[in-house]
């Protein structure tokens, strides 16, 4: 516990030391809430019976379609690391797919996906889909082939089938590479919900501040922000723990050092 701490104290005190800054420089040159306002003063502008409430509800349809889109961004990115594993040729065809799929500039793809699926969640969901499956399928690819060639030409001499080698041998070894770029998502999938909230759609953080700011709400705006800042904190903090909980039999220091995407 005492190494936790002594590990966790001093992002805490650069935090507040920074919040006291900008505290001190906004009275001290009185400065205009319109342009920064002072963390107290968007504190109680968040805490206002008018604002809290509704922010509230935004939050909670931001996190809503980010847990969506990343849980069925990470099956999808693993499902199909898995197929072009075992497929043989599969790779090769599918290489120039998956860089094609990061190449398209989400700007463009935000209004085809409005203009196909509606102003509904279908189109938010799906682009975090596409924003998390790559680094997932990429680690997971990575962990897959970049197991022990001894063991897996022992499992072969003794009769394994291709099946057996991979659900013993090659899918535990891809779990901790799975899972770096599982972190990687979980940190890219609340900025690219809040981004999708942003160009349509009625609700989320991301509506929220863009209303906010067409009203000069700055107040507002940093509210919403750092509400964004503490999800993603949290996002990848959740998915490391999770890690740490499933991952046992790899060493400590392994687990920090990364793997492939994660490094």
């Known amino acids: 516990m005492g190494n936790k701490w002594m590990r966790g104290w001093p992002p805490l005190a650069v935090i507040a030391l920074c919040a006291a800054a900008w505290e001190a420089a906004v009275r001290l040159f009185a400065i205009e809430p319109y342009i920064l ?15 809290w409430p ?8 931001t996190v809503w379609r980010t847990l969506t889109g990343l849980a069925l961004g990470v099956l999808a990115g693993t499902l199909l690391a898995a197929v072009i594993h075992l497929v043989p040729g599969a790779r090769r065809a599918a ?14 793809l935000v209004p085809l996906l409005l203009i196909w699926l509606g102003f509904g969640d279908e189109p938010k969901i799906v682009l975090i889909m596409l924003v998390c499956f790559f680094p997932v399928t990429v680690a997971m690819l990575t962990g897959l082939r970049e197991c022990d060639p001894a063991l897996r030409g022992y499992l072969a001499m003794i009769g ?3 099946w057996t080698i991979f659900a013993k041998l090659e899918l535990p070894n891809a779990v901790p590479y799975l899972f770096s770029g599982f972190r990687i998502a979980a940190a890219y999938s609340v900025t690219t919900t809040v981004a999708a909230e942003w160009f349509g759609g009625g609700s989320g953080l991301g509506y929220y501040i863009k209303l906010s700011y067409s009203g000069f709400q700055t107040g507002r705006v940093f509210a919403g922000t750092i509400i964004i800042i503490a999800f993603s904190m949290l996002m990848f903090g959740l998915a490391a723990l999770i890690e740490r909980l499933v991952v046992r039999w790899k060493p400590e220091a392994e687990r920090r050092g990364g793997h492939g995407a994660g490094a």
């Open 37 to 51: 306002p002072s963390p107290s003063a968007i504190v109680r502008e968040a805490m206002q019976p008018n604002v």
């Open 54 to 61: 509704r922010l509230e509800m935004h939050t909670l349809a």
């Open 95 to 108: 290489a120039p797919l998956l860089v094609l799929s990061q190449t398209v500039p989400y700007i463009v």
């Open 160 to 162: 394994a089938d291709r």
